[in-house]
Antibody
């Protein structure tokens, strides 16, 4: 059974940092691109970042570019999101997602999410 | 950035009726369009990908279609568990972009 379990969320002050982790199981992690998608309270879904299966290709949304860094450890079946210079507008539930397939980069599995709250 | 526009924002439907949701892309996304269902407090669930292919385990009452940059999700006969928010996602170009969502509520 595919499982994605996020951790690392919490309350942080503006300008602070957090590192989110996503532990994957139930599939060959190193074969799949992985992503982070967020959802502000009461709002819609926003794609944040993606990383290819090898980690060679990385993409960011404009709202987080230069502040967030995605990475992965295929030996530990994990993907990470380092978030620096956090702003109030980064407050959201952050979901870890898996690409459906090699050439189908929509998201078939989602974690339960981890809440990040940026507030003084 | 490709803008995905969903309509209507809210759709009021009686159980057993048909629901038709729309998603328009600001430019071509080929068939790289997915639909998601999200219920309160839950993660989104993939319904449709490739504009018209049902994901694993999705009931046949859910169908997707496309005409150019206009995409449609049809729920043929709404069940109680189908009342939720639905999002479209284009995965043809970077950045990936979602529509703003359509809430399907009980009439």
């Amino acid at each position: 059974e595919v499982q994605l379990v996020e951790s690392g969320g919490g309350l942080v002050k503006p300008g602070g940092s957090l590192r989110l982790s996503c532990a994957a199981s139930g599939f060959t992690f190193s074969s799949y691109s992985m992503n982070w998608v967020r959802q502000a309270p009461g709002k819609g879904l926003e794609w944040v970042s993606s990383i290819s299966s090898s980690g060679k290709y990385i993409y960011y949304g404009d709202s987080v570019k230069g502040r967030f860094t995605i990475s992965r450890d295929n030996a530990k079946n994990s993907v990470f999101l380092q978030m620096n210079s956090l702003r109030a507008e980064d407050t959201a539930v952050y979901y870890c997602t898996r690409d459906l397939g090699r050439d189908i980069s929509c998201y078939d599995y989602w974690g339960l999410g981890t809440l990040v709250t940026v507030s003084s | 950035e490709i803008v995905m526009t969903q309509s209507p924002a809210t759709l009021s439907v009686s159980p057993g009726e048909r629901a038709t949701l729309s998603c328009r892309a600001s430019q071509s996304v080929s068939s790289d369009l997915a639909w998601y269902q999200q219920k309160p407090g839950q993660a989104p669930r993939l319904l449709i990908y490739g504009a018209s292919t049902r994901a694993t385990g999705i009931p046949a009452r859910f169908s997707g279609s496309a005409s150019g940059t206009e995409f449609t999700l049809t729920i043929s006969s709404l069940q109680s568990e189908d009342f939720a928010v639905y999002y479209c996602l284009q995965y043809d170009n970077w950045p990936r972009t979602f529509g703003q969502g359509t809430k399907v509520e009980i009439k």
